[in-house]
């Protein structure tokens, strides 16, 4: 399945997910700059923090409570902010799209 990482100059990385990985370890797998992923998806770190393209908000579940705390603790926080290890890929999420923060990088 793809999935699209933008980085802070609006540069479109274009990467292969596996379904029931998240999509964090697909961004790393693809060494997307700015999702580092430091706890391994834990929720534990928030650095995997990324915007969510508006279109695919209704497709996610909604955070649970404690992706909702750490994500409060992100800087430059949005609507759309995710957490990426708590995005899990599935064939339904063909071509989501993300945006790494700025101040992720």
């Not at 700015?34 to 770190?45: K, S, V, Y």
């Not at 649970?64 to 990426?84: A, F, K, N, W, Y």
């Amino acid at each position: 399945m793809r999935v699209t990482f933008f980085d802070i100059n609006g540069a479109a990385q274009h990467v292969e997910g596996r379904a029931g990985e998240n999509a964090m370890e697909c961004a790393k797998r693809n060494a997307i700059d700015g999702i580092i992923g430091e706890c391994g998806g834990a929720m534990a770190c928030a650095t995997c923090h990324a915007y969510v393209d508006p279109r695919w908000i209704a497709r996610l579940d909604p955070p649970e409570h404690q992706e909702r705390d750490m994500i409060d603790g992100c800087i430059d926080v949005r609507p759309e902010s995710r957490l990426t290890c708590q995005v899990i890929l599935e064939d339904a999420l063909d071509g989501i799209v993300f945006t790494v923060p700025d101040s992720q990088v």
